[in-house]
């Protein structure tokens, strides 16, 4: 199973801030995602990742939200604005040329 | 439109005994699944997967079952342990292109007692 780090582990932000989640994953990988998951509910998409580009975003991955990789190994999340309903653990996910998605440990995002 | 979802949101069951967490669908195009067991305050963990051209597929202690007549696929858990208390999604992601976005279902909560 491949893995991947997720900083920072917890993030507190005041509302309209900025934040960056990061994503670093230890081995190779083609394709990359980001989901969320607000407290006590299910995992949602947000957007996937291929060839340095969006593939596919979902209804939530609005302007406020963009994804890069900078230096071709972190995947970075960034929100412009935050919003106190942007408060939910943000999961990273890689996966290869198999539909199989290993997921990292999590970013809490608490907006405050 | 797509859908995932549980029948049972807990379960509970004896340490040793067997576990079922069942999952219903509704994305007749889904063509791949996915169980991911989820503890607190930890991602989403893999733990097996099938296709939709095969019924059942066996890994360590679990087995996961697709019924494609029925949109239905669960997950079998052999000789349950405390380890195996968690909650459980299925996952389901559609066919085509670059579309590989998964959708989860709500989750189940399983109790393994002591």
């Known amino acids: 199973e491949p893995e991947v780090t997720q900083t920072p582990s917890h993030q507190v932000t005041q509302m309209g801030q900025e934040v960056i989640l990061r994503c670093v994953p230890i081995s190779n990988h083609l394709y990359f995602y980001w989901y969320r998951q607000i407290l006590g509910q299910k995992v949602e998409f947000l957007v996937s990742f291929y060839n340095n580009e969006i593939s596919e975003k979902s209804e939530i991955f609005d302007d406020q939200f963009s994804v890069e990789r900078p230096d071709g190994s972190n995947f970075t999340l960034k929100i412009r604005s935050t919003k106190l309903e942007d408060s939910a653990m943000y999961f990273c996910?890689?996966?290869?040329?198999?539909?199989?998605?290993?997921f990292g440990p999590g970013t809490r995002l608490t907006v405050l | 439109g797509e859908s995932v979802g549980l029948h049972l949101p807990t379960l509970s069951v004896q340490e040793g005994d067997n576990s079922i967490i069942n999952c219903a669908y509704s994305?007749?195009?889904?063509?791949?699944f996915i169980w991911y067991k989820q503890e607190s305050g930890k991602g989403p963990q893999f733990i097996i997967d099938?296709?939709?051209?095969?019924d059942k597929r066996q890994g360590q202690r679990v087995t996961v079952l697709l019924n494609k007549t029925v949109k239905h696929l669960s997950l079998q858990i052999a000789a349950t342990q405390p380890g195996d208390s968690a909650v459980y999604f299925c996952?389901?992601?559609?066919?085509?292109?670059?579309?590989?976005?998964?959708?989860f279902g709500k989750g189940t909560l399983l109790t393994v007692n002591p």
């Open positions: 996952a389901e992601s559609g066919s085509g292109g670059s579309n590989y976005k998964l959708t």
């Open positions: 099938i296709r939709s051209n095969m």
């Open positions: 996910a890689l996966g290869r040329l198999t539909d199989t998605q290993y």
């Open positions: 994305n007749s195009a889904s063509d791949y």
